[in-house]
């Protein structure tokens, strides 16, 4: 049977090294992936500048002639022997070849407009997220003028998908939070004989920062990232349109029910995730350093006041309606494609955690004298 594999032969010949072609250098050859690999390390390192042999070839097709169109540089090789009809095949190749575009040399002028471009496109998020702020404030008047108005419905539903569903996760992710945290501390502390100072180190870290922070992080990257693709959607089916045309208020129906239910549901799953927490850094406490749950309860009041637990509950407050707000702010801004829904889920959820992370740290300097 005859051998229909693309290769390529190297012959002497007068002019130096002859490069002849056989087999059918084709679409349906080129399929097998081990084979095209090994065809492009066997055209590794030829050039125009070389005699090729066409003729041998048994078929050649578009897919081969730019292949080798490609290898030659984009230009005819000054010795080269072929039939009539791959001579077509290859002018067509080259006709409609278009030559990849020169990468743009890096100047000043090109950076300091790129900066411009990144700062006008950061100006304009900062002007729309403050207008959403603001008209949230003004809705917040709207409701207590005519709470008999209010989205209240929209607001329960809220609380029970973004609240009650997530108890499980953060529970877990905050027991383990406690048991690796405990264990860690439990090592070193056994080395200076301060066995009972674990009370301390795990009621003033989990109480004060990471079980807020730590619910907070979940939050964004569960609710926050469905608050987005919610109100996205809503973009892509025209349902934002309808709404307006209709005269009802995004801000009034989609924003106003979901800060709210973020700021009630937010100080809860804290105290939830904190409590969690605790728990796991209360047994490892018990297996690595024999503090018992009794002894570790009775010391944790003493251990850490109640302004860790009041400050812990009114920033997890604020973190719910950035959150919230985030969510929406990106949501609102989605075009009605599915590239710009995906593009503004990722960019809300790196935001929120970004923004929770920044406010928790300027909490921690501004109110550094609360509770220690």
């Known amino acids: 049977m005859p051998d229909f594999t693309p290769r390529i032969e190297q012959q002497t010949a007068p002019e130096g090294v002859r490069l002849r072609l056989l087999g059918q250098w084709t679409a349906a050859q080129f399929a097998q992936p081990r084979l095209l690999k090994g065809l492009r390390a066997a055209l590794a390192g030829s050039s125009a500048r070389q005699a090729w042999d066409l003729s041998q070839a048994e078929q050649l097709d578009h897919v081969g002639a730019q292949m080798l169109w490609d290898q030659w540089g984009r230009q005819w090789p000054a010795n080269l022997e072929l039939l009539p009809a791959q001579k077509a095949v290859l002018e067509r190749v080259a006709q409609f070849t278009v030559a990849p575009p020169q990468p743009k040399k890096a100047t000043w002028m090109g950076s300091y407009l790129a900066l411009g471009e990144w700062v006008l496109y950061a100006g304009d998020h900062l002007k729309s997220f403050v207008r959403l702020v603001g008209q949230l404030a003004l809705n917040m008047g709207t409701l207590a003028r005519a709470p008999h108005e209010g989205p209240w419905r929209d607001l329960t539903g809220h609380i029970y998908r973004i ?13 383990l939070i406690g048991v690796v945290l405990a264990y860690l501390t439990s090592q070193q502390l056994r080395q200076f004989g301060a066995d009972a100072y674990i009370v301390n180190i795990l009621g003033i870290a989990l109480i004060r920062e990471l079980g807020p922070m730590l619910a907070a992080i979940l939050i964004a990257g569960r609710s926050g990232s469905a608050i987005t693709a919610q109100i996205g959607v809503m973009r892509v089916t025209d349902e934002l349109d309808a709404m307006r045309v209709m005269g009802i208020s995004h801000s009034f129906r989609l924003v106003m029910p979901r800060a709210m239910a973020l700021a009630v549901v937010m100080p809860l799953i804290s105290v939830w995730t904190t409590l969690c927490a605790l728990a796991g850094g209360m047994l ?11 002894f570790f309860l009775n010391a944790l009041p003493q251990a850490v006041s109640i302004g860790n637990l009041g400050l812990a509950t009114s920033k997890s407050v604020v973190f719910g309606v950035l959150i919230a707000l985030i969510g929406c702010h990106f949501g609102l801004r989605v075009q009605p494609n599915t590239q710009s829904l995906g593009e503004g889920t990722t960019a809300s959820v790196v935001s929120s955690i970004t923004v929770v992370i920044l406010v928790d740290a300027l909490f921690a300097v501004l109110f550094k004298e609360v509770g220690i």
């Open 163 to 175: 609240g009650a569903t997530a108890l499980p996760i953060t529970a877990l992710v905050g027991f």
């Open 284 to 294: 490892a406490a018990d297996v690595s350093l024999g503090i018992t749950p009794t």
